[in-house]
């Protein structure tokens, strides 16, 4: 099992260099992978708490929950949490991304077989020590993903046209208010018609869906 992560990694690594991705974009990709590497090589514990910040919002049990406290009271062990990139992306002005993609979890490093497998999706930041998390959230899945899409991006390529903040924010509460009404109009869970071609649909219990 340790080999086929191991695979896992490299085939992840090569596919990022295949594509053609902006340096701002890349540099976020490799941040993740060093995370997941971090992960396996040492505990997921202390590779989490190396990649938060204390206004990154998480979601648990309970529901979202802010900053690092909910894994700084937790204790290092020898369970394994990994996993890698399917879709990526990066704001124009390439201090803000995401990434969402499959993972699975292990008791020890040294179990054969994972027993929990899921989709995440994280929303990244990049600050001057490097990229961090401002959101991290995932779901389980009745099994390990069996539709491999490769790594890809919304954006391979950021554009240097600054845009206003304000203007910008205003924009994104325009919009999802805007999905949100139609939600309650319509009384759906989701709307085709919102989602870009790459857009999937994360619920627990179920495998990702395509649009």
Known sequence: MKFLWFVTLIIGLKSVCAQDFSSELQS???AEHTFAKYSKEKNTRDAFLAYLTDSTVLFDKTGPVKGKNSWVQRSPNSSLLFWYPEF???SKDGDLGFSTGPWEWSPTKETAKPEAHGYYATIWQKFP???????DIGANTPGPELKTIGLHASNPRTSKKKESA??????M???DKNY???????SAGFLPGHFSKDGLIIRAGSFPDYY
């Open 88 to 90: 990526v992306g990066i």
């Open 129 to 135: 020590e490097g990229w961090k998390m401002a959101l």
């Open 166 to 171: 304000d203007t910008t924010k205003e924009v």
């Open 28 to 30: 976020m990709v490799d």
């Open 173 to 175: 509460l325009a919009l």
């Open 180 to 186: 949100s009404d139609k939600l309650a109009r319509e």
